[in-house]
């Protein structure tokens, strides 16, 4: 959540249809505003149970000693804060990206339950476009590291939240692979779309006003959008069921890569020794080189001395021995890297543990009523998520739903139990 302009945000109503366009985009006071005055939240729970108002009774309820989740404050309650990049920093500069990411997670993590890395603003020039796997990963994966590094017991849930308008087979796989990559909890199915549906035929249609409130730009939601996010989260849900890989795979893999780490491991201890080899010899002999009683007419190679040496004149050419010298310490600091690379790679034992959490999805998008979010909930969604429902409801909205879903589920059983009297007859 870096500071994202100061562009008022604006919202317009499409009242005939029960929907929404909206541009707030990412606005905000910064991450570091944000986190001051959840840290100040913090603490003044903290004081109002008894605590204290100082850094150990902040921590104590951080660390979910308090009994209430570290981030809402209330028992069965989360608080997702929502993360993503400056308004102009270029979306092709992946490196600049990550670390705004990565900068509202170093700051904001203590604080949450979930953190939203948002990928999926339509109001935030190229947000959209980080989609694609190769920098959604490293986004992700860049966001995952910080958030392990959290200075708390209870870790912080990381979810993806990406658009309904990336929704080909090959963009859609790729998200889910850049998941199970980077290692997020899940994704937010939906949120808001760039295209402009058609009226839906159960309603009246548009109005001239809304007719012209249509060609205003922003993120179009509403009920129009329910059979898309049902779509959507039976296809994410699919996908990402389906493991990237087996056990007997990764083992496999696992094996043959730390065979190679032992095999540079040794190359680098035979290389050490031979060079310290060599270079005891030259130093307890320093005399022992062939001379010619002849003169070959070449020339000794002598650099020039330190204070010669200035940033702008330095020799054209190293010596023999210096070239071998250096070419020597840079392939052993390239296998050296390679190395630690392979063994910072997660074990077959972690990977598995891994697979055994399923990928979490928040679905949102044209929920209006309790029968809509169980069918949601039924197409492999863990949570239903509602916003233009609760604009256009207000205070109550979700209480009604959760009312009609019982009401669904009590009719559902009620129908069951006919069913099996039905054929017991």
Known sequence: MPQDGNEKPRVFRLPSQGALINRYGLNSEGADHVAMRLRQRVREFAHSIGLGYDAAAETFV????????????????????????????????????????????????????????????????????????????????????????????TRVAILAKVSPDEDSDEQIAGICQAVWESGVDGVIVGNTTNRRPEPLPSLRPFSPVEEQTLLEHGGFSGPHLFDRTVALVKRYRKLLDERPFTASQDELSRSELESEARKI???????????????????????????????????????????????????????????????????????????????????????IMTLDHPK?????GGITNG??????????????????????????????????????????????????????S
């Open 265 to 351: 491991e040794e190359w680098l201890k035979e290389n050490e020794r031979i060079h310290e080899t060599s270079a005891e010899s030259a130093s307890s002999n320093p005399s022992d080189s062939v001379e010619s009683p002849v003169d070959m007419g070449t020339i000794e190679f002598r650099p020039p001395p330190d204070n010669e040496q200035s940033d702008s004149k330095k020799p054209l050419l190293n010596s023999p021995e210096e070239r071998l010298s250096d070419r020597s310490s840079k392939e052993r600091e390239r296998l050296r890297s390679i190395k630690d690379a392979i063994e910072k790679l997660p074990t077959r034992q972690e990977k």
């Open 371 to 424: 029968k809509q979010a169980l069918e949601v909930l039924n197409a492999g969604a863990s949570v239903a998520m509602v916003y233009t429902a609760l604009v256009y409801g207000g205070v109550g909205t979700i209480s009604r739903i959760k009312n009609e879903m019982r009401e669904e589920m009590n009719a559902a059983k009620i129908k069951n139990k006919a069913k099996k009297k039905t054929a017991k």
């Open 62 to 153: 951080l660390d979910g000693h308090a009994g209430v989740p570290p981030g809402s404050l209330m028992d069965g309650k989360l608080l997702a804060v929502n993360i993503a990049k400056n308004k102009f920093t270029p979306e092709h500069d992946v490196e600049a990206v990550e670390r705004d990411y990565v900068y509202c997670v170093e700051r904001l993590a203590p604080y949450a339950d979930i953190l939203v890395v948002n990928v999926s603003s339509p109001n935030t020039p190229g947000l959209r476009s980080l989609q694609q796997t190769r920098p959604l990963t490293k986004i992700l994966t860049g966001v995952v590291e910080a958030a392990k590094k959290t200075d708390r017991q």
């Open 360 to 364: 979490v999805i928040f679905a949102t």
